[in-house]
């Protein structure tokens, strides 16, 4: 017989998936938009932070945007090798599929290079999770793991129910069979994020671990909650709580610093329009300061998009406002 995790579907998890389905119809228009790769990196960074963080790493968003950028950063070599081995785990998101061992083993790899000796291999040890000096779980016996996991892996592949619950069960069942020495919790967060967007895209750019971090004592008292009644709804419903929030949480500040010259830019701009209008309509002859000042700024920060973008020096070129840009005159006001 297949293996079946033990799990209830709750009236309120129905209501839950119903309302995080709706909020992501919202969210993809702005999330979607070619233009807002760095909205894409603000969040992946925030999901970073949240997953290291929970793990007590110290790391803040600023600092995790210049490991990225390949910048100097005064913290402990352990934290900083975290953030790396993430940021590189993230970015390789899309090539795993989530029932694949070998993935995960690869993924667990990545994540924990420099930071243990056993990385991308199951425990041959007995583990338990503490909290403070209490063991408050101890995970199953390390000659059980290898079954475990893959009867784990093999209802992950083959049952119909839905990718926001199958992935809070695999989360809570991962957490549970804790089948690595170390990095379980950042492994079922990121496991999680991979079983999400492999349902919808858009999750790769949601920071959900930030939400849970924000959390992060309601995470392990719905772990506990779970593990006692041998039922994972609590995590459940816990998990897609965070999920909702997440999805409905404002979208991050991006532009912080737009400058006057831009925002009288944004408020001319009507459908697409070229370059000769847009300065006539300003009343700017100077162009060269104008695409200094005006344009390529609105085009970094996502504000406006070009008609022809694949030919930017085109006498057919023309500028129209994205969502984002129009997100941004709406809260000028």
């Not at 949240?50 to 929970?54: E, R």
């Given at each position: 017989?297949?293996?079946?995790?033990?799990?209830?579907i709750?009236?309120k998890i129905l209501h839950?998936i119903?309302e995080?389905?709706e909020n992501?119809g919202?969210?993809?228009?702005v999330l979607?938009?070619?233009?807002?790769?760095?909205l894409h990196?603000?969040?992946?960074i925030?999901?970073?932070q949240?997953?290291?963080?929970?793990e007590?790493?110290t790391?803040?968003e600023?600092?995790?945007t210049?490991?990225l950028e390949g910048k100097?950063?005064?913290?402990p070599p352990r934290?900083i090798?975290?953030?790396?081995?993430a940021?590189?785990?993230?970015?390789q998101?899309?090539?795993?599929?989530a029932s694949?061992e070998?993935h995960?083993?690869?993924a667990?790899?990545?994540?924990?290079k420099?930071?243990?000796?056993e990385?991308g291999v199951?425990?041959h040890k007995?583990?338990g999770v503490?909290?403070g000096?209490?063991?408050?779980?101890m995970a199953?016996?390390?000659?059980?793991?290898n079954?475990?996991m893959?009867?784990?892996l093999s209802?992950?592949?083959t049952?119909?129910e839905?990718a926001?619950i199958?992935?809070c069960?695999?989360?809570y069942?991962?957490?549970?069979?804790?089948?690595f020495?170390?990095?379980n919790g950042?492994?079922?967060?990121l496991w999680?994020t991979?079983?999400?967007?492999?349902?919808?895209p858009?999750?790769i750019h949601?920071?959900?671990?930030s939400?849970v971090?924000?959390?992060?004592q309601?995470?392990?008292?719905a772990?506990?909650?779970?593990t006692l009644?041998?039922?994972?709804a609590?995590f459940?419903e816990f998990?897609l709580?965070?999920?909702l929030?997440?999805?409905?949480?404002?979208?991050?500040?991006?532009?912080?610093?737009v400058t006057p010259q831009?925002?009288?830019?944004?408020?001319?701009?009507k459908?697409a329009?070229?370059?000769?209008?847009l300065?006539?309509?300003?009343?700017?002859k100077?162009?060269k300061?104008f695409?200094?000042?005006?344009l390529v700024?609105?085009l970094?920060?996502?504000?406006i998009e070009?008609?022809?973008?694949?030919?930017?020096?085109?006498?057919?070129?023309?500028?129209f406002?994205?969502?984002?840009g129009q997100?941004l005159?709406n809260?000028?006001?």
């Open positions: 017989m297949s293996y079946q995790p033990p799990y209830t709750t009236p839950l119903a995080i389905s992501l919202r969210l993809s228009v979607e938009q070619s233009s807002n790769l760095r990196r603000i969040n992946r925030r999901t970073i949240g997953s290291l963080a929970i007590g790493n790391l803040t600023q600092q995790i210049a490991i100097p950063v005064i913290a934290e090798q975290e953030a790396r081995n940021l590189l785990a993230y970015e998101l899309d090539q795993w599929q694949n070998q995960l083993l690869d667990h790899q990545l994540l924990m420099g930071l243990i000796d990385v199951y425990r007995g583990v503490m909290q000096g209490q063991v408050i779980h199953p016996p390390a000659n059980r793991v079954i475990l893959a009867d784990l209802w992950l592949k049952t119909p839905h926001l199958k992935s069960v695999f989360h069942e991962f957490e549970f069979i804790h089948p020495i170390d990095g950042r492994m079922g967060r999680q991979l079983i999400l967007s492999q349902w919808n858009l999750f949601i920071p959900v671990e939400m971090y924000a959390q992060q309601a995470y392990y008292q772990l506990n909650e779970s009644k041998t039922d994972s609590s459940i998990m709580t965070v999920i929030k997440a999805c409905v949480a404002d979208i991050p500040q991006v532009t912080p610093q831009v925002i009288k830019l944004l408020r001319v701009i459908g329009m070229n370059r000769e209008q300065q006539g309509v300003l009343g700017l100077d162009r300061s695409r200094k000042r005006y700024p609105a970094s920060e996502g504000l070009m008609t022809l973008p694949d030919k930017p020096n085109s006498s057919l070129q023309k500028y406002l994205t969502v984002l997100q005159l809260d000028q006001g």
